[in-house]
């Protein structure tokens, strides 16, 4: 139910860079993704592997969308057994049925990228610790190890989840079974990691646009992890809620106990330590590695805390005594949750919903015979080879069909001024505001080739996309 939630609608909003970037690197031969993974988004290269597969029965947007629909569904049958685990069936059931509702949810499910598949890796592992801590054969040190490594293979950052790993394996373990096994199996899980950060550190270029953030940004934590504010306001303070009752409480996953939430061994309060470090352990790493090293925060990454705010909550609200009113308080959240960003899973499920407007781009190209187009980033150009029809106008700077090996962009000439000499009118699309164009080079070089504008679009959101038309100095034309 939480696959179809995210899925439902997102077949009105466009596709966006990022996803035309998926169809650009899962379409390539393994010869051509291997050298593209040497150049740029090497970090990527599990999740191009299996939309290189996935792409050979078709490329049609929900087709493309649909593995992390799916994956969402992982994720929340998971958190639904984690949450029984750790309390109750009516924990797990709501901290499940509060994931689905979340907008962020709804917008990564239906999200041809791989934060969907990192969220499920995760919610995995913490399911997979907790089976550990239950019984600690020699199987499930096994299917720890996996479960860690898929952590690492999902998405780089998702590995800033598994510190919060640690307060239960150090308090659930004997020191020798702590040495022995469980840093070895999470050693071996790492591996990926170790792998694709090497690679990701040799392409620090491809991270260049991410701006330097401050504490500040922290504030905006709970809207992003829900994916609107009030409703993000709101599930944080009773996840913050739920923390408390636990470690106050230190009831874990014990069935034995008549009273459910009554003071236990202090290894018991491990649970609720590794739940909030889950919660605002990665927000807070990103943010330290950002100041100290290079700027890396960038909220999509953060997204694999998005389940941790929804199992704390249902972990709250199932701790509300008699059951009846667990039950009821529960369905409360879920629609205060849900109404509360419903004006965003509007927005998200709109033709803009990812906020870059392809169709309505090539809507507003109204080519003449003899027009040209132009693009300010000649990876742009994959919106339209995706959503144009053929001929739509022509493509004079474009020297291959085929994207670069090393980039999404595309083998454009230099000569714009000799490309667009017998031209009288260019069609100038780029992503980004109408200002953004003033400073793109190929926006200059149409100008300075002797072309003013005479009418332009945005398509609302940032960054959005421009589609301008410019007509050669004493044309005639006017200003539409």
């Known amino acids: 139910m939480a696959g179809a939630a995210a899925l439902s609608g997102s077949g009105a909003s466009s596709l966006n860079g990022d996803e035309l970037a998926t169809i650009s690197a899962a379409s390539r031969s393994l010869a051509g993704l291997w050298e593209l993974a040497r150049h740029i988004d090497g970090h990527f290269l599990p999740y191009y592997l299996f939309m290189h597969l996935w792409t050979q029965f078709g490329t049609a947007e929900l087709w493309l969308r649909l593995p992390s629909a799916l994956a969402i569904g992982v994720a929340a049958g998971f958190l639904a057994d984690l949450g029984r685990r750790l309390h109750s069936g009516r924990a797990g059931v709501t901290a499940a049925a509060l994931f689905a509702v979340l907008p962020s949810v709804s917008y990564y ?26 019984a ?62 090497l690679v990701g550190y040799g392409e620090r270029h491809a991270v260049s646009w ?3 953030r401050g504490p500040e940004v922290l504030l905006k934590f709970p809207k992003m992890a829900a994916g609107a504010e009030t409703a993000g306001v709101v599930v944080f303070a009773v996840a913050l809620a739920g923390v408390a009752l636990m470690w106050r409480r230190g009831r874990v996953g014990d069935r034995a106990h008549a009273h459910p939430w009554e003071p236990r061994e202090p ?16 927000p807070l790493l990103l943010l330290t590695v950002s ?18 705010l929804a199992l704390l909550a249902g972990l709250a609200v199932a701790a509300v005594r008699p059951p009846v009113a667990a039950v009821t308080a529960g369905c409360l959240l879920v629609a205060v949750a849900a109404v509360a960003g419903l004006d965003r899973h509007t927005e998200l499920r709109a033709f803009n919903g990812r906020f870059e407007d392809f169709p309505g781009a090539v809507r507003r190209v109204t080519a003449r015979e003899g027009d040209a187009i132009v693009f300010g980033q000649s990876s742009v150009r994959a919106g339209f080879d995706y959503y144009a029809p053929p001929g739509l106008a022509d493509d004079p700077l474009r020297l291959s069909p085929a994207p670069e090996a090393g980039g999404f962009g595309f083998p454009e000439r230099t000569d714009v001024a000799e490309a667009l000499r017998d031209r009288r009118r260019v069609w100038v699309v780029w992503r980004g505001s109408r200002a953004a164009g003033e400073k793109l080079p190929r926006v200059k070089a149409v100008r300075e080739a002797g072309f003013k504008p005479v009418s332009s679009w945005h398509s609302a959101e940032l960054p959005g996309l421009t589609v301008a038309l410019f007509t050669r100095s004493g044309s005639g034309a006017t200003r539409r």
């Open 267 to 282: 290894r018991e309060r491990a649970w609720p330590a590794a739940l909030g470090a889950w919660l605002v352990g990665p």
């Open 136 to 197: 600690t054969t020699r199987r499930g040190w096994v299917l720890y190890g996996v479960s860690v490594a898929l952590v690492c293979s999902t998405h780089l950052f998702a590995v800033l989840t598994l510190p919060a790993h640690l307060p239960v394996l150090v308090s659930a373990l004997r020191r020798r079974e702590l040495l022995t096994r469980a840093l070895p199996a999470m050693a071996a899980g790492c591996v990926p990691a170790l792998v694709l950060g």
């Open 291 to 308: 100041l100290l090293v290079t700027p890396l925060y960038v909220d999509r990454y953060l997204f694999v805390t998005s389940p941790a």
């Open 210 to 212: 991410i701006q330097e």
């Open 109 to 134: 499910g239906a999200f041809a990228r791989p934060y969907a598949f990192a969220a499920a890796a995760v919610v995995f592992s913490f399911w997979s610790l907790h089976r550990l801590t239950g």
